[in-house]
């Protein structure tokens, strides 16, 4: 790709956006930018050949989606000639060219969201820039190892049929997000939970590769904070659970699980990180999709890798909370945080994002959530995980 910064002008303009400031920032984003025509030119001609080479080879070639990749090509030409034609001001004022934008900056390699293959990241499903097959070569068989431990919560009931995302850290345990649970199971009077006809864990979902793997049923949640979380994101509540599964109906495959990391020295600004789990549908009428969306929705719900960057928190103070700039949606939630020098170890555990001109993806340090305790036996999450043999690395 050309040497057009498109996150920084995209931080650029959405701080803009967020606070009425001036755009001197983007000028000066603009001035290490070659945004000659011919650049911004080659820049999205690159990108939009990208895009219907991949709706060609994995998206069954449909005529619909060669027309979103048009529209994203052309908006995202429209948003980058603005900064060059009027400093950034109608980009600032266009919420449509500010998505543009995004969808580039997710689209040019920086950010990819790499569909799973037979247990591998298969590379020719996003445009990889850095992240290109070398790079996962030399991290495998670590991150076939990481893939093999996450699996997709189904529902039955629900129209998508499926949740979100959980992995497995010790024989029949696996920790997700406790907005999940509160979805796929019901609490008792006695403080227990109860859980609904129809759910169940399957490692596979792979998007036209292997479909399961060892499904599991589940038995018992062993560890969940007090507190109920609501539509909102808190950052003061642990979204965090431990389930027990039943013992799988087969031994086909070897049981995986990640060693957890009780060590928080891992969090630096701009280190690497990948998170695994299902991007999904977002809730029905939760908002309309955008064209990068449109585009990939058949593949909701489908096992995917992506690699990105640990980002500072902005408005954040807890201390068990790190922020990225990985590619997630809605069925992510219960997804786990990898770095990348430490393949074996679960990190982090994604359990949100925020929108608008402050967009972010949340994770809950693991580390940090150690001395959290259960609502109803008062164990901390340390002691659950241990006597869970969970492995503490």
Known sequence: MSNINVQALLDSAREAARTGSSLESIGRVESHSDLSIGNIGNHIDGIYGELNRIIKDYLDNDDKLHEIASQIAGNAKKALESVKIDGGKTLVESPRMLESLEVIVKLDGKMPSFMVKNGKPDVLSSPACAWSEDYWQAASPVVEHAIRCVGRINATYEDAGYLGTGFQIAPDKIITNRHVLQVMADKQGNGTWKFREGVNIDFGHEYKATKSITPREFKSVVFASDNMIGNYIDHKLLDLVVIELEPAAAQDYPEYYLKVNTSADWVNLEDQVYIIGYPGRPPVGMYEFSLLEKLFQSTFGCKRIAPGFITRPKGVSEKWTMAHDATTLF??????????????????????????????NYA???????SAKDARTGQTLADCLEASQAILG
């Open 364 to 370: 809950h340090i693991l580390a940090e959530t150690l």
């Open 331 to 360: 069925g992510n939630s219960g997804s786990v945080v990898i770095h990348k020098n430490d393949g074996l170890l679960a990190a982090g555990l994604h359990y949100g994002g925020s929108s608008g001109t402050t967009r972010q």
